[in-house]
């Protein structure tokens, strides 16, 4: 029989209130800017206690400070996930993970698909320290299986991939996460929750880069791991750091002193008090300024994409767009599926004239910015293969989808007319010789 | 955590993070519906580091003990009962939330020898569950989980800031209950909703106080699943001690160093 549930707020109510409280000391409504590195003990006994995790509160900022925490919270609630740890950047969420869960001797296969940095991460920097990365193709769920080894402790994908925009198929591989007792973390940055949330789609754990579209400015470097609270860690048997206890905090057993908040114990305990990659508390109040409006502008980034990727598309100049919000994009149906709001304000695509047409079409825009970065309220362009992704060869260039003609966009808060009139402008300079 | 085997079946309980000790004043701590001993985190590791033995068993069929769910509220107190035995421990002061609290109540009534002292964290007697509710969960449905997490708090907890920080306590409360076994959550919202304390019968027990122990009960003022009214009444029923917190149903997450202080004070209180 179908049941009724209680109402819960709508994410756009989530998006303005969740995780604050009016301030009690002054009843302030704007969330405060604690900027304090430590709080004052009311006594010794309750010193020994917070530092003993048995009363929670605040010690000390790289641990936890209250305007973080508002912005932790309500991503937590936003994603639906249990907890959320903010990071100094998304590349730090992404290290804390998987510090997390694992150490020398570790194993993650990944989508080939990924940001340039985390590429980086995976590629070049784990391996030092022991771990090592599988990449296997984001849309073939047979190659992420047989990737897995043993030692496998985390399948890792982008929700929509950057640049090359395609759809993680997230409810196959969490299956395969299930049926495997591995977690799967999707970095989340592209989507959102105003697009859709990973945990709704069996997600174990999800990082945003919140410098992107939760913040929307531009302004600051932020990063975010949420935890869904549904991954087994005991019953997975494969995760010592959570299931064991552990010298480093009053051995400490995390699956045992929380069942659903083991990881996020774990990653603050261990990996915010040792490696340090926190969020100052000014940070946090200016993301939270514009995750207030999340919902709104992702809105009108679809909007505006959709509008951008039909223009581009029917253009003479334009080789292929890449978009899953065209019927020829190999995930148009997935993406609707996963993400019937939209999925992307990141679309790429393949000049008539390679490099130079590039070069020249990049040079001749003025309303949108050539910089590294998306999730701007600004558009912006760049050019991957001389950018973000220079350091990959050219295999794993084509493994990303990126071509040496490939543009990426970031399609922005401005009026549609004003950014096709600005595309127009750089298309038509592309084809000049 | 430590195990013992009660009525033919590993319990798992939690410790506090310390090895237990029979030998300590102990407490044990027993969870609401569909819940785990993780519920306690923020008060029975407080105790075990402040001179007392704590233990905190998941019920059988909840968190990591196996076993059957019971359907009755005294058999769940009959397992109590034997798990208190199978730890050694002759004499213990009982803390329960919600279904829990009438579980140590049971206990408390029918095993009183057992019981030094009895806390009741969000009570009500009857505990009685709406038809919408025990719907929900006979069908394990998700929106049984979703009233549980909603009404288990105070309307205010859905978007304040938690006392925990970096935790979404309803979220946080929705998995927990998530991770139940099919049936357990309607197994124990029956066995709430069908419970009749022995001492509402004056032919079982006669007199103004058949409760033993000293009694407290701590009710929420903003609980929305046993409401302050129920608690106070309850309070009155078992000629106990009434303290009322700014708070909803999930006392120990919602008002954790309030709670803590108050069951500081009744289990330290002569």
Known sequence: ???????????????????????????????????????????????????????????????????VAVFEERMAALEGGVGAIATSSGQAALHLAIATLMGQGGHIVASASLYGGSHNLLAYTLPRFGIRTTFVPARD????????????????GESVGNPSVDVLDVPAIAALGEEQRIPLLVDATVTTPALG???????????????????????????????????????????PTLTEPYDGFHGMNFAEESTTGAFLLRARREGLRDFGACMAPMTAFQILQGLETLPLRMARHIESTNLVADYLASHAAVKRVHHPHLQSH???????????????????????????????????????????????????????????????????????????????????????????????????????? | MTRYIVMGYPAYAYTGGRPFDASQPTIVFIHGAAF?????????????????????????????????ARTSIEAMADWVNAFIE???????????????????????LRYPQRVSRLAMVGAAM??????????????????????????????GALLATSPVPGTYLLGASRRLNGRARDGVLHADLEACNAYRAPLLDPGTHPGPSPV?????????????????????AAAEMLGAKLVALDAGHSMMSEAPRELLAVLRDFLRGE
């Not at chain 1, 769920?141 to 890792?156: D, N, R, S, V, Y």
């Not at chain 2, 001993?37 to 003990?65: E, K, M």
Request: glycine share 10%; aromatic share 8%; net charge neutral.
């Open chain 2, 86 to 108: 199978a730890a050694g421990v002759p004499r213990v002061a009982l803390v329960g939330h919600s279904m829990g609290g009438l579980v140590a109540l049971d206990v408390s």
């Open chain 2, 126 to 155: 009857p505990m009685a569950v709406g038809p919408a509710f025990l719907a929900a969960a006979k069908d394990n449905a998700p929106e049984a989980f979703d009233m549980e997490a909603v009404w288990g708090h105070s309307r």
């Open chain 2, 212 to 232: 033993r122990p000293r009694v407290l009960v701590v009710a929420g003022k903003r609980d929305q699943m046993t409401p302050f009214k129920a608690g106070k």
């Open chain 1, 197 to 239: 949330r990973p945990f709704d789609h069996g997600a174990h754990l999800a990082i945003h880069s919140a410098t992107k579209f939760l913040s929307g400015h531009g302004i600051v470097i932020g990063g975010v791991l949420v935890d869904g609270g549904r991954f087994d860690w005991i019953g997975s048997g494969k995760f």
């Open chain 1, 141 to 156: 769920p047979a190659a992420w299986k047989a990737a897995i080894t043993p030692e496998t402790g985390l399948l890792f």
């Open chain 1, 330 to 433: 190999p995930d148009h149906a997935l993406a609707q599926r996963l993400y019937p709001r939209g999925c992307s304000a990141i679309l790429s695509f393949e000049l008539e004239g390679g490099r130079e047409a590039g070069q020249r079409f990049i040079d001749a825009l003025t309303l949108f910015s050539h910089l590294a970065n998306i999730g701007d309220a600004k558009s912006l362009v760049i050019h991957p293969a001389t950018t973000t992704h220079f350091r990959m060869d050219d295999a794993a260039l084509v493994a990303a989808g990126i071509g040496p003609g490939t543009i990426r966009l970031s399609i922005g808060l401005e009026h549609p007319d004003d950014l096709l009139e600005d595309l127009g402008r750089g298309l038509y300079a592309s084809q000049k010789k």
């Open chain 2, 36 to 68: 785990d001993h993780s519920v306690w985190q923020w008060q029975s590791r407080y105790f075990a580091h402040h001179g007392y033995s704590v233990l905190v068993p998941d019920l059988p069929a909840h968190g990591r003990s196996p076993g059957i």
């Open chain 1, 1 to 67: 029989m179908a049941h009724s549930g209680p109402k819960t707020p709508h994410p756009d109510t989530l998006a303005v209130h969740a995780g604050q409280s009016p301030d009690p000391a002054t009843g302030a409504r704007a969330v405060p800017i604690y900027q304090t590195a430590s709080y004052v003990f009311p006594d010794t006994d309750t010193a020994a206690a917070l530092f003993n995790m048995e009363t929670p509160g605040h010690v000390y900022s790289r641990l936890s400070n209250p305007t």
